[in-house]
């Protein structure tokens, strides 16, 4: 065993080094995860756009969307980023009374976003438009559908993190809140996804018929 | 509380089925992979002799056009998602710890789900074998053939079912080796110092993730269409069928270099050892290999010339395509030159990695004549297209997966594959392969369609057609002789010790096989080829014909940093030594069993679907709230 001698960097016996890049394994592979998901998103929009103008029967864009109702609910899942960042912050301080709170506001403007959505489409279906209808309404549901799915996803996310914080809380505050950091960098993405489907979708979509 | 921590107890034993089950053992994982996917290699490979029975002969009713299309159709689905790629997975998982000197991966369960979801997503693409439905409608499924009105049977439900859960693994798994690969390699391996094989490995991953997302878009929409009745591909709705055509090579044409990518990682791990020289062009051959990446990306309408995209769109992807050949033809003459003034050792991985060059050339050459897009209407969905892919999918990437099997075999189970079987082994397939798709290149030329089920006397294909379905029986008889050399050798074979070939990456320096932890002492490298550096820079006498790296360091001397001690311990010594490794876990394949069941759900009930849905989030809450059994364990969600 000569290793004792040695004076180079010779890893100690058993201990695996940290990460070579110094950034945590599940930071790194959500990152990645959400270089997926635009390619994911990015090829729905690809598709809504490729059908955009082509539907042979209505109802068309401009006759149901409602530009200032869809206008709240983005301001909802904006104001829920915020949230988010709160939830973060205190965390990564150690505050866990301050991120409970944060947090289930997040998750109840994430729900709130969903309320919305709900209604928008009962609302549609009621004016004609099914994801059968036309190509409008096929690309138009999944495309926003699936965009509903994340947010679900995300919501119970951060309501299991909530409770979470009741059964140990102190791994929740555990190197800086990296937890909370993943499904925050989720939260933030699937926001991001909506700004660009409510000005491609909807503001665009207004104008142009 | 005290009751949850029981009930959730991790299970502990390694030895018994229920061990392999509930394996996150990186290595074990890949012999999983293995096995299965060559398994479903040997099936798809039954197919293909099923069809050149039926085709041997004009006017040969072995099998009717129903049988025949669902054929073809699983034939390649089988190559190229459960053949190909997961044999390429296989090395991936069982090698890539042990090249970056890492004990396993960044995330041990998740890669136990990656393959479980594998191995049920390849069950319910072959539902249909059971249920007389199989996939009817070609591996690309092109729109509106696939609609309810033209395949009405339940073929490709399980088509669309099966390729989403089996994207669901293929991502998983690329996330994990990507951050793997990353963030886990040994001290001083930078990324230039990584081996070939590790870079294109990581090239693969990028690719998986980013074009799997398009077809799983490609595969929502017709599963919508299919199940709920959208207007995707409806063209009574004024949908454009090109739609789908689009997504499914934008997807497509990257997961070709899926499917190339390790294999050129395998050449080029094989060629520098037997040629006992550094390989050539180091630096060249991983930029060559980063521009195909890249490049793959923007040659998707080369598939489309006939679609009629127009002059301007047929012209840009004719350039682009002939351009991607240049990184392609660089990667190749660096092959040559490492091989050139080489001292070469002709043993069966080398044979097998210079028939994957001499073969992918055949094939590239005919994919120069498809990329100039006059020519390719005339070639298009004739038997020179067949002839093509399989040069560079059978005479590419299976030639060099053999080549990786017979060269790491000895590090997987101890013990060498017989070398005069081998040798057979490789004369055979390589004398079966030119037999059999050759001759396809006349009878394209010909005009003979490909996805016929018989053909009229006198058109002149009877000869050359006859003489494929030979040399298809010539390439499955090499096979049972490779069949036959792995069992034989699995018991009999010469036991090979750490280092068979004199080799040089890191995975050699430990013992075949590999104990569970890899590494007792994590290696510390300072050059490309640290273990040939370890072994010859002692001052020892490098073997004729072979030089030390050109590289940077010779001073590796004073201290043998790569582990001075080689003997295997137990877990309970390895334990004691502070190593720890991740715990078993039973929650990866109810998590992947759960996926699956909710897939078939949506083919059959939605009460299944519902319960598989269960399952799986039970298994998801189960798999983020398990204790570790072990207190270091370094995967979290």
């Known amino acids: 065993m000569d290793q004792a001698q040695s004076h180079h960097q010779t890893v100690e016996v058993g201990h695996a080094p940290s990460t070579t890049t110094g950034i945590d394994h599940r930071k790194m592979l959500i990152w990645a995860f959400l270089a997926s998901e635009c390619m994911f998103f990015g090829s729905f929009i690809a598709t809504y756009l490729v059908y955009e103008g082509q539907s042979l029967v209505g109802p068309y864009p401009a006759e149901v969307f409602s530009i200032p109702v869809t206008s709240v609910s983005t301001f909802v899942l904006l104001m829920s980023s915020f949230m988010m960042v709160l939830a973060y912050s205190a965390v990564s301080k150690g505050d866990i009374q301050g991120f409970r709170a944060w947090i289930l506001c997040t998750a109840l403007l994430g729900a709130t976003f969903l309320g919305f959505q709900v209604y928008e489409f009962t609302e549609f279906s009621q004016q004609g438009l099914t994801p059968r209808t036309n190509l409008f309404g096929s690309s138009f549901f999944t495309l926003t559908g699936f965009h509903g799915a994340h947010v679900t996803v995300g919501v119970i996310w951060l309501l299991s993190l909530f409770g979470y914080s009741y059964i140990n809380p102190s791994a929740l505050s555990r190197d800086e809140g990296l937890n909370v950091d993943l499904v925050a960098l989720y939260w933030h993405f699937v926001d991001v996804v909506w700004i660009v489907i409510f000005t491609v979708v909807y503001l665009i979509g207004v104008v142009e018929n | 509380m005290a009751t949850l921590q029981i009930s959730m107890a991790r299970p502990t034993s390694y030895t018994g089925w229920w061990g392999w089950v509930t394996t996150v053992d990186h290595k074990r994982i890949g012999v999983l992979y293995g096995l299965t996917a060559f398994a479903f290699f040997l099936l798809g490979g039954v197919e293909a002799l099923v069809m050149r029975l039926q085709l041997a002969q004009p006017n040969s009713s072995v099998v009717g056009p129903e049988t025949f299309n669902q054929l073809f159709t699983m034939h390649a689905l089988t190559m190229i998602f459960l053949g190909v790629m997961p044999l390429g997975a296989a090395f991936f998982n069982f090698l890539i710890p042990l090249m970056i000197g890492a004990r396993d991966v960044a995330f041990p369960r998740l890669n136990a789900f990656s393959y479980w979801v594998f191995l049920f997503g390849g069950l319910i693409l072959n539902w249909g074998w059971l249920t007389g439905e199989s996939p009817a409608a070609g591996w690309f499924a092109y729109a509106n053939l696939t609609s309810g009105i033209f395949s009405p049977s339940r073929g490709m439900d399980f088509y669309v079912i099966g390729l989403l859960v089996l994207g669901v693994s293929s991502v998983a798994a690329a996330l994990n080796f990507l951050v793997t690969i990353i963030n886990m390699r040994t001290p001083g391996m930078s990324l230039m110092k990584m081996p070939v094989f590790v870079w294109m490995a990581m090239l693969t991953m990028i690719l998986l993730i980013t074009a799997f997302p398009v077809i799983t878009v490609g595969l929502i929409e017709l599963g919508f269409d299919r199940f709920y009745g959208t207007n995707f591909f409806n063209t009574f709705a004024g949908a454009d069928p090109r739609l789908w055509q689009h997504l499914f090579w934008i997807f497509g044409h990257p997961e ?125 969905d004739t038997y020179f297209v067949v002839a093509h892919i399989h040069y560079v999918l059978f005479g590419g990437s299976i030639f060099a997966i053999f080549s990786g099997i017979y060269y790491w075999f000895p590090k997987m189970t101890g013990r060498l594959l017989h070398e005069g079987l081998g040798k057979l082994h490789f004369w055979g397939t390589m004398i079966g392969f030119n037999v059999t798709f050759f001759p396809m290149h006349f009878v394209g030329l010909d005009g003979m369609p490909r996805r016929i089920y018989t053909y009229q006397s006198g058109m002149g294909w009877d000869f050359w057609n006859l003489i494929s379905t030979l040399g298809a029986f010539l390439i499955a008889a090499s096979t049972l002789i490779f069949l036959h050399n792995f069992f034989r050798s699995r018991k009999k074979g010469e036991i090979a010790g750490n280092d068979p070939w004199d080799a040089r990456t890191l995975e050699w320096s430990i013992p075949s096989p590999p104990p569970i932890y890899n590494f007792v002492e994590i290696p510390v490298v300072e050059s490309r080829d640290p273990y040939w550096e370890e072994k010859y820079s002692h001052g020892l006498p490098v073997p004729s014909g072979g030089s030390a790296d050109s590289g940077e360091s010779h001073s590796l001397a004073e201290s043998d940093r790569l582990g001075p001690d080689r003997d295997v311990f137990s877990m309970e010594e390895a334990h004691h030594l502070g190593i720890h490794m991740p715990s078993l876990s039973h929650w990866p394949i109810m998590t992947g069993l759960g996926l699956a069941i909710a897939g078939l759900g949506i083919v059959y009930h939605p009460i299944i679907a519902a319960a598989g849905l269960m399952i799986t989030i039970v298994g998801i809450y189960s798999w983020a709230l398990e204790p570790a059994t072990e207190p270091s364990e370094s995967s979290g969600e």
Not at chain 2, 263 to 284: D, Q
Not at chain 2, 311 to 319: C, E, K, L, R
Not at chain 2, 330 to 350: D, E, M
Not at chain 2, 354 to 369: D, N, R
Request: avoid cysteine; hydrophobic fraction near 55%; charge should be positive.
């Open chain 2, 256 to 380: 070709v270099y899926i499917l190339i990518l390790p294999a050129m990682g395998i050449v080029s791990e094989v060629l520098p050892t037997f040629a006992r020289k550094p390989l050539f062009g180091y630096s060249v051959i991983v930029f060559s290999g980063i521009v195909i990446a890249f490049m793959g990306w923007m040659v998707w309408s080369h598939h489309m010339f006939t679609v009629g995209l127009g002059p301007i769109a047929n012209s840009i992807f004719t350039i682009t395509t002939m351009a991607i050949a240049i990184p392609t033809g660089v990667k190749i003459f660096n092959w040559i030159a490492t091989l050139w003034g080489g001292s070469i050792s002709l043993k069966t991985p080398l044979l097998f990695s210079v028939g994957f060059i001499s073969m992918f050339i055949l094939g590239g050459i005919s994919g120069i004549m498809h990329s100039i897009s006059p020519s390719d209407a005339q070639q298009q």
